[in-house]
DNA sequence: GGTAACAGGACTTGACAAGTCTTTTGCTGC
DNA sequence: GCAGCAAAAGACTTGTCAAGTCCTGTTACC
């Protein structure tokens, strides 16, 4: 259980990839895709939604391409990954009350609460610099 | 991300109402079914993977039901969840080396250890008497 | 032997993951 | 302002898996 899709992999591994190359060099998706490993048009379904959550830049024509949108140590892996699959639920009730009509006396519910947070915090404090290879 | 199925939800339910009621009395799957609002059809399966497992004791025939296989707070939420669920990982290169090919060098890698461990901490320190209500 | 209960297997339905393909929009540079 | 480059957008495909249902078998009690 509890699996990251493929989409959420790859997304972390391309902007890794961004996050590694030097300040302010564009990168193409079509290197971006060959470097990561993965199928260029589907990881272009990906950067459409980075460039839309605004975590990266992109230019459109002749020279165009990809940019992340701040500095590496500022972008965090909770924000890339919720970017692409959505915010972190171990279960459909800690999205909010009346998800599930039995919440309210629930002994489990604070339990998904927990784990939630848990994952949220590990995730929240890992920055792309860390991730980056130089 | 991340969600628990509704198989592993009402498999907690199932067990919780177990751990709930006297010891040694014998819960028929009818009676569960309708305490938890789980069809009984689709309880069913999951009594029967938790039996398979060993965490409960089954008993056909007339008289016949459910029992928790031991005490209620030598049971842990880890074991209902993974019994049912499988494995927890957050992602796929967690089960084993060679999952992915990029495991050698990937620095994301180690994250998702660590969420696996901090998750399956907090499950593992949750027993069923914790969750029985009384 | 009849009935009460769980066990097991086959099957259905819908959603969603993981892509692909095609067209459109915007940009740059001659 | 036209050519060509690159991302944006949307429609489509394919397969898997979640969430059940249904039917038949097996075991136990009386
Ligand atoms: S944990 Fe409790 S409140 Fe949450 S979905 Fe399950 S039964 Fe409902
Ligand atoms: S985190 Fe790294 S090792 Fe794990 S699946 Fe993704 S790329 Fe592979």
Known sequence: MMELTRKGDYAIRGIVYLASQPPNKISLLSEIAAAVDVPQTFL???????????????????????????????????????????????NRCVLKAGECERDVSCTVHPVWHQVQQKVRGILANITLKDLATN
């Open 44 to 90: 272009a379904k990906i950067f459409q939604q980075f460039s839309k959550t605004g975590i990266v830049k992109s230019f459109r024509g002749t020279g165009g391409g990809f940019l992340l949108a701040g500095p590496p140590e500022e972008i965090t892996l909770l924000q890339v990954v919720e970017a692409v699959e959505g915010p972190i639920l171990p």
